[in-house]
């Protein structure tokens, strides 16, 4: 994702006036006759006028807040949509926003070894879909729910350093601890039982990606990172949010600072 967009420090606008008139003119005034001055100088400070006027819209475009104009609407009047809602920068490290860890007691089991977990409303929900799912011949297996911002801690940090990522790179597929969907209860990997294509895009070829797809918002979950999203998370077809009550609904909305429009 384009970070420059969210770090990008006001420029300061030259101190201009009427009598920073452009060198060349000056010098033509040393020159030419006192009758020809007066026009000289009206013409001057007009075109004096017309720089700072370019200089401080130069300055408003490109200095505008994040989230509201982008660079985009330098060259265009109106932002293009996928830009003009950039969430504030002030929830969102490198491209994940901060989410609150949920409480234990409000965990139940989706997996046979009752070791995955979601919020008991996201639970129930994935284990009638997952019910739906087998009843029309498809397997939907929970890999990974509910993480604690420690085990979170391991995945972003020992991975990185295991494999000799920069920040920037393992943000793409893992959210530093503290940005963790995960960490909420209302996040589910979900894979079709078969380990190759688990935590992979392969997965979006597989029967169970495309029933997910046709049938989960049944069940109110849907897709977080979709290709070419907003938050410019990696594309992962795997990873379900579940956003079929008020808290978990103002959980992901209202952590983004988005407007109600859903990823692309
Ligand atoms: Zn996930």
Redesign the pocket.
């Known amino acids: 994702m384009d970070k420059a967009r969210f770090s990008k420090k006001p420029k300061k606008v030259p101190a201009r006036s009427l009598d920073d008139i452009p060198e060349a003119l000056r010098d033509n005034r040393k020159v030419t006759q006192r009758r020809r001055s007066k026009s000289v100088t009206i013409v001057g400070g007009f075109i004096g006028l017309g720089v700072i006027g370019a200089f401080a819209l130069l300055w408003f475009l490109t200095n505008s807040p994040p989230g509201k104009v982008s660079q985009s609407s330098v060259t265009t009047p109106t932002a293009s949509p996928t830009t003009s809602d950039r969430p504030s920068n002030e929830n969102v490290l490198l491209g994940h926003f901060a989410y609150p860890e949920a409480s234990p007691k409000d965990l139940q089991p989706i997996s046979r070894d009752r070791q995955i977990k979601l919020r008991k409303a996201a639970a129930q929900q994935f284990r009638a879909m997952s019910a739906s799912a087998r009843a029309s011949g498809v397997t939907i297996v929970p890999?990974?729910g509910f993480r604690t911002v420690k085990d979170q801690q391991h995945l972003f940090f020992d991975v990185k350093a295991q494999r000799g990522q920069t920040a920037t790179k393992r943000a793409e597929v893992s959210a530093p601890p503290g940005y963790?969907?995960?960490h909420t209860g209302y996040?589910?990997?979900i894979g079709d039982g078969t380990p190759a294509t688990n935590?992979s895009t392969k997965f979006e070829t597989t029967r169970a990606y495309k029933w997910l797809s046709a049938n989960a918002a049944r069940y109110s979950f849907e897709l977080?990172f979709a290709k070419n999203n907003r938050q410019g998370v990696s594309y992962?077809p795997?990873?379900?949010r579940y956003v079929g009550n008020r808290d978990s609904l103002e959980t992901f909305y209202k952590a983004q600072n988005l407007k109600s429009r859903p990823n692309p």
């Open positions: 890999i990974s963790s969907e995960h996040a589910v990997d935590l977080s992962e795997w990873h379900w």
